[in-house]
Structure formats: C-alpha cells, structure tokens
C-alpha cells in the first residue's frame, strides 16, 4: 500500500491581497484620514477660493458616491467624519429646500437658544436661502475657521431637528407614518449636531484628525 503524502496547496501571492487588503477596514480608516487631511490642507492653500468653491458644488455636478466612498465609514468625530457629515448636510438642504425651510423656520421660533443666530440664516429663510447658507457654511470649513464652520453647521442641526420633531407632533394623530418620518429626521439631525460640536473643540485643541 503505497503512502499518501499531503502537499502543500500553492496559491498566487496575490489571493491573499485580495482576501484581504481589499476590504481592510484598517487601510480605509488610514486612507480616510489622510484624504481628508490632505484635501483640507490643499484647499487651504489656495488663495484664490477657487479650490473651496468646486468642492462645494462637487456634489451637484457628481453625486454623493465619491464622497461616501472616501468618507462614510469613518469614524464621526474624526476629521473625515465631520467632512462626511457636511456634504450629507449639504445634500439633504439641496434636495429639498422647501421642507429643509419650512423645518428650519419651525425650529427657530420653537427653540428656546442662540442657535439661529450662530447658524446665521436671514430671518425668516426662504428655500434659495437656506441652501446659500449651507454652501456658506461649507465654503467656510474649506477657507474659513473650521472650528466655527462646524459650530454654525451644529446649530443648523439643532434648529432643524426642533423644527422636525414640533412638526412631527402635529402630524401625529392624522398621519402617523410622516410623523414618523420627521422624529427619525429630528433624531439623525441632533447626533450631527452632537458630533459636529464635538469635533469643533477637537479642532480648537488641535486632536482632531
């Protein structure tokens, strides 16, 4: 009976890179931070605000998707989380203004703070205004304070969460399923808000990366 030897199985050197250097979670947090750190920085440099005014109307002309796959999975109080958070922001305002204005104008009677003012919208915000406030404010985290750029964007949140959960209240009895709709909003708006805050006094402390 002649002896069975096992052999060693040879693989390409490249299926372990694509088992697992593809999807590294590790790698794109790494690839995350500097991306985003880069891209500040570059942005900062250039004087002229040409840089800072294309990436604002980046996601008009190419979509969130780019960004999401640079950005989404990073941790939110880090600097691409903030970054994220912004454009998401951003996208919300610019496709619907008209509720994103009808919110906000709830939140800023009912909300009993200086958050309107810090957010700095005309009083009260017609859609066109709330969407050149919001490009403002990015266009601010890219040549401005950053620090103060993601404060005015944290108390944008906070009126518009106020905003969503009154009018969420109101929809209660009669249609339950947008009143529903609006809580959850008024919810995803107060952790940015939270976050946002957040990564502003790590910026001012120089920690956040």
Same mark, same amino acid.
């Given at each position: 009976? =002649?002896?069975?030897? =096992?052999?060693?199985? #040879?693989?390409? =050197?490249?299926?372990?890179?694509?088992?697992?250097?593809?999807?590294?979670?590790a790698e794109?947090?790494?690839?995350?931070?500097?991306?985003?750190?880069?891209?500040?920085?570059?942005?900062?440099?250039?004087?002229?605000?040409?840089?800072? $005014?294309?990436?604002?109307?980046?996601?008009?002309?190419? !979509?969130?998707?780019?960004?999401?796959?640079?950005? %989404?999975?990073?941790?939110?109080?880090?600097?691409?989380?903030?970054?994220?958070? *912004?454009?998401?922001?951003?996208?919300?305002?610019? =496709?619907?203004?008209?509720?994103?204005?009808?919110?906000?104008?709830? !939140?800023?009677?009912?909300?009993?703070?200086? $958050?309107?003012?810090?957010a700095g919208?005309?009083?009260?915000?017609?859609?066109?205004? *709330?969407?050149? *406030?919001?490009?403002?404010?990015?266009?601010?985290?890219?040549? !401005? $304070?950053?620090?103060?750029?993601?404060?005015?964007?944290?108390a944008f949140?906070?009126?518009?969460?106020?905003?969503?959960?009154?009018?969420?209240?109101?929809? +209660?009895?009669? +249609?339950?399923?947008?009143?529903?709709?609006?809580?959850?909003?008024?919810?995803? *708006?107060?952790?940015?808000?939270?976050?946002? %805050?957040?990564?502003?006094?790590?910026? #001012?402390? !120089?920690?956040?990366?």
């Amino acid at each position: 009976m =002649s002896e069975q030897h =096992s052999r060693p199985v #040879r693989r390409p =050197s490249s299926a372990f890179d694509n088992i697992i250097g593809r999807h590294d979670p590790a790698e794109e947090t790494r690839a995350a931070h500097a991306t985003a750190s880069a891209l500040l920085t570059r942005v900062r440099a250039d004087e002229s605000g040409v840089s800072a $005014d294309r990436l604002v109307a980046f996601t008009d002309e190419h !979509g969130i998707d780019e960004i999401a796959e640079l950005w %989404s999975k990073a941790p939110s109080r880090t600097l691409p989380g903030a970054l994220w958070r *912004l454009y998401l922001l951003q996208l919300a305002i610019h =496709s619907d203004p008209q509720t994103a204005a009808l919110l906000y104008e709830r !939140g800023r009677v009912e909300l009993p703070s200086a $958050d309107a003012v810090i957010a700095g919208a005309p009083v009260p915000a017609n859609p066109d205004e *709330l969407v050149v *406030l919001i490009d403002t404010i990015l266009r601010g985290a890219f040549r !401005g $304070d950053f620090a103060v750029a993601l404060d005015r964007a944290a108390a944008f949140c906070r009126v518009q969460s106020s905003g969503a959960t009154h009018t969420a209240d109101d929809y +209660e009895m009669t +249609e339950p399923a947008r009143a529903s709709e609006l809580t959850t909003r008024a919810l995803r *708006l107060s952790s940015y808000a939270q976050d946002l %805050s957040a990564c502003a006094v790590l910026w #001012r402390h !120089g920690t956040l990366a």
